[in-house]
């Protein structure tokens, strides 16, 4: 049963706790990976040091995640595409704007950043070497 991807969640904690129990933490996630990031997220801050986050296509049109802590922001990269037809770039505005959270929009880019990995590759290496 569909369980608004809290049993993936609770997967990823226990991921985290297993392979990375203690120490700093960047999380990444795509699509609806990137929608359990944020729920995981929820849990691990303020437990965790959460060095960098990067959200990439975020799946919240069906289901909205909860908002982000406040004091994460600095940390986290949301990317979208501008033409993505999976999750609408209307909708992570939608999600992100009463956070003021900003989102990164590859112009013309799908749900599958066709043609532009490598500047996907980038934006997302280059947040996570910021930390």
Request: proline content about 8%; glycine content about 10%; charged content about 20%.
């Given at each position: 049963?569909?369980?608004?991807g809290?049993?993936?969640?609770?997967?990823?904690?226990?991921?985290?706790?297993?392979?990375?129990?203690?120490?700093?933490?960047?999380?990444?996630?795509?699509?609806?990976?990137?929608?359990?990031?944020?729920?995981?997220?929820?849990?691990?801050?303020?437990?965790?040091e959460?060095?960098?986050?990067?959200?990439v296509?975020?799946?919240?049109?069906?289901?909205?995640?909860?908002a982000?802590?406040?004091?994460?922001?600095?940390?986290?990269?949301?990317?979208?595409?501008?033409?993505?037809?999976?999750?609408?770039?209307?909708?992570?505005?939608?999600?992100?704007?009463?956070?003021?959270?900003?989102?990164?929009?590859?112009?013309?880019?799908?749900?599958?950043?066709?043609?532009?990995?490598?500047?996907?590759?980038n934006?997302?290496?280059?947040?996570?070497?910021?930390?």
């Amino acid at each position: 049963a569909h369980d608004e991807g809290r049993g993936e969640a609770e997967d990823m904690l226990a991921l985290v706790q297993q392979v990375a129990p203690e120490g700093p933490l960047s999380i990444a996630g795509f699509s609806f990976g990137a929608f359990v990031a944020i729920n995981a997220l929820q849990a691990l801050w303020g437990a965790r040091e959460i060095e960098r986050v990067a959200l990439v296509g975020a799946s919240v049109a069906r289901v909205p995640p909860p908002a982000l802590p406040v004091d994460s922001h600095e940390r986290v990269l949301v990317v979208h595409g501008e033409q993505d037809d999976t999750v609408a770039l209307a909708a992570v505005m939608d999600w992100a704007r009463p956070q003021s959270l900003p989102v990164t929009v590859v112009p013309g880019g799908g749900h599958f950043f066709h043609g532009q990995l490598p500047l996907l590759k980038n934006l997302v290496a280059r947040h996570l070497r910021a930390g």
